[in-house]
């Protein structure tokens, strides 16, 4: 499975960006999808997953929201009232018995 990722930019604290992650070589519906993200100097934290069940971390948990098209074999990730400590190389993975990593994206937020 490859997995591209792409929707980071800059934007303003309480902007929105909308991120997606556009899977080949495969079927998304028959992994979990999840989105990681790293900040500079910080460890890869995991930001939301979605399996049967829907996963935030309690710092995004109303402000973001992760969906899939199955149709598009594509997952999103919704990003409302950023705040700056959201500045950070977003990815995508897919899990399974394997797990596949997008290339990151680049979200800043900043005034």
């Known amino acids: 499975v490859q997995l591209q990722a792409f929707g980071g930019g800059l934007v303003q604290p309480g902007g929105s960006l909308r991120l997606s992650c556009a899977a080949s070589g495969g079927t998304l519906r028959n992994y979990a999808i999840a989105w990681f993200r790293q900040a500079p100097g910080k460890e890869r934290e995991g930001v939301s997953c979605?399996?049967?069940?829907?996963y935030y971390r309690k710092s995004v948990k109303g402000r973001f929201t992760i969906s899939r098209d199955n149709a598009e074999n594509t997952v999103y990730l919704q990003m409302n009232s950023l705040k700056s400590e959201d500045t950070a190389v977003y990815y995508c993975?897919?899990?399974?018995?394997?797990?596949?990593w997008g290339q990151g994206t680049q979200v800043t937020v900043s005034s």
């Open positions: 993975s897919a899990l399974g018995r394997q797990v596949y």
């Open positions: 979605s399996d049967s069940h829907v």
